[in-house]
């Protein structure tokens, strides 16, 4: 690239296939929150309360963060092994089946507790498949990324989450909007999860086009890989995997607060319509596009820490005024507080691309950057959903802010331990 931002093509199908396949990847995980907090609560749970069975839908959801890591170590030990495509694909094969056989499983009604059974194990292959993704999408745009644009390239596999959140709530939407309340609940939901095999096979085609990065080809032309990739990263970067952990617990709490928690609130105890609060966070994820952007920009300027430093003092603020916008009554000043929350999202997600692997030497990067990360989500977004509506039903929304201005302070702690980084 040079200085004018011309882009080779070999750049832009790297960049394409980061962006793409992590669209994808997050669009699978993303139609699960939206169907946990509206259809599966009534679908694959005995009847009780309205507050009970969410709480039971959000147990599933939580499941696949306590599967990301398992798949980070797995698809981390062979990503710094054989390479990041061919695992990259196979991560993405993974998570796209899994998604795909959800649409088949039949209801509680149907074969009682087998549904959530199901439903729980279809949704440990989700967490397992997207283990391996994140991790290696980053390092392919960083690894091919010129001089003083690691956190621009870093950014864009970052671009996927509100790529797949805009393809999977619109079209829940969509549904919504032409089917009756009886015809999406006894079916259209399942569309959805039908449509993910198309955007796989599109993945797959993109990913499949790409060379390998010029960083594991020099480890491999340097030296022998790492036997046992998992041992090196805890043996020799135990500081990194603390702080690295620590550093990305804010993205995921802030983000699963404004749309799966928020959207299950807002659907039953504020009263409002599926459609109208899909729309609202439709008008929102905008400004979490807009937010990695700008900070993808301003972590080449100064440097991704200092940018991520900053968005984690803005979840702070972002958590005190929850309270009085998200429980305002006014749906004006939700979708405020919603794109703000988003906003500031994309200054504690968007650098991290470019962070996070920065962290580990290219040897063992894929397993280090996978792992920081997805222990991160368990730490921030796994019972999230959970604990927030737990404290909603005890406190209102105010415990919630507090929660989430906890987790901003959790990240701002683990970036304040960690100085030293690898640029290979």
Known sequence: MNTSGAVKASNRRVLGASLVGTAVEFYDFYIYATAAALVFPALFFPKSSDSAQLLQSYATFAVAFFARPVGAAVFG???????????LVASLMMMGVSTFLIAFLPTYAMVGWVAPFLLCLLRFGQGFGLGGEWGGAALLAVENAPPGWRARFGMFPQLGAPSGFIAANGLFLILGLVLTSEDFLAWGWRLPFLASAILVGVGLWVRLRIGETPAFQKVLADEAPSHVPMAEVFKRHPGALVGGTFAAVACFAIFYLSTAFALGYGTTTLGYSRETFLQVQLGAIVFL?????????????????????AGCLGTLAVGAAMAALMGSGSLLLIWAWLSLALFVMGFVYGPLGAFLPSLFPARVRYT??????????????????VIAQTLANGGGLAPVGGYLAAAGAVSFVGLLILRKTFSD
């Open 77 to 87: 030990h062979f990503g710094d092994r054989i390479g990041r495509k061919s695992t």
């Open 368 to 385: 280090g950057a996978s792992m920081v990360f997805n222990v991160g989500g368990i730490i921030g977004g796994g019972l999230t959903p």
């Open 289 to 309: 596009a807009a937010g990695i952007i700008a900070a993808g920009y301003a972590a080449d300027a100064s440097s991704a820490r200092r940018v991520l430093m």
